[in-house]
């Protein structure tokens, strides 16, 4: 149990165009989504956090108008990056906590890769 | 701020042989970190998970030891394989932290 999937696990897109990228727990009601941006060879980048039917909480530095979450039920979040440029080309990490767990164990997504041309 | 670190950027092991994998924290009140493993162009996968009551934790050819007194956390690796090889990150999994994730150790075992 415990599965998160990512959709698109890639995408390809235009300077200028924007592009969604949705989060779905598979088998289980996730309280709060994160979404993390990572570079090659670094750590992951917390961005915002999601808890469903309220706003994103966007950590220092992240854009809020640049990348929207939409976090509309219990199993799926959604990011948007908006006006898309190749800076934002990255890997684009969600996870999300069980809603029956005590602790704040985080289960991963696989990843979506974006590139920006 | 707080945060959670590894010691060492890389390391690289022979088959077979066991791999240490070091972190440390800086905040006393942490109670609960979990290891992870990530593979090139993947989502991180959980490995391992102690609480801070507790001060070793065996899994399948994983262990994970934790010192509160001087704030370091280890992950054993015994007899590690070519699959073994990964980015290893220690994490204090609490929510609107800044930074949850230490920077990575690569992990290179050799045949």
């Known amino acids: 149990g415990a599965v998160v999937s990512q959709h698109p696990s890639r995408v390809i897109c235009k300077s200028g165009t924007s592009v969604k990228i949705e989060c779905r727990s598979l088998d289980f009601q996730a309280t709060t989504m994160f979404w993390y941006r990572q570079f090659p060879k670094k750590s992951l980048m917390l961005m915002a956090t999601?808890?469903?039917?309220?706003?994103?909480?966007?950590e220092q530095g992240v854009e809020k108008d640049k990348f929207l979450i939409n976090h509309a039920s219990l199993t799926l979040s959604t990011l948007t990056v908006t006006s898309a440029h190749p800076e934002d080309s990255s890997f684009y990490i969600c996870s999300a906590n069980r809603a029956d767990h005590s602790y704040n164990e985080q289960f991963f997504g696989p990843g979506t890769r974006l590139t920006v041309l | 701020g707080e945060s959670v670190g590894l010691h060492l950027p890389t390391l690289s092991v022979q088959e077979g042989d066991n791999s240490i994998i070091n972190c440390a924290y800086s905040n006393s009140a942490s109670d609960y970190f979990i290891w992870y493993k990530q593979e090139s162009g993947k989502g991180p996968q959980f490995i391992i998970d102690i609480r801070s009551n507790m001060d070793k934790r065996q899994g399948q050819r994983v262990t994970v030891l934790l010192n509160k007194t001087v704030k370091h956390l280890s992950l054993q690796i015994a007899a590690t394989q070519p699959g073994d090889s990964a980015v290893y990150f220690c994490?204090?999994?609490?929510?609107?932290?800044?930074?949850?994730f230490g920077d990575g150790t690569t992990l290179t075992v050799k045949p």
């Open positions: 994490a204090e999994p609490k929510v609107s932290l800044e930074s949850t």
């Open positions: 999601s808890n469903e039917g309220s706003k994103a909480t966007y």
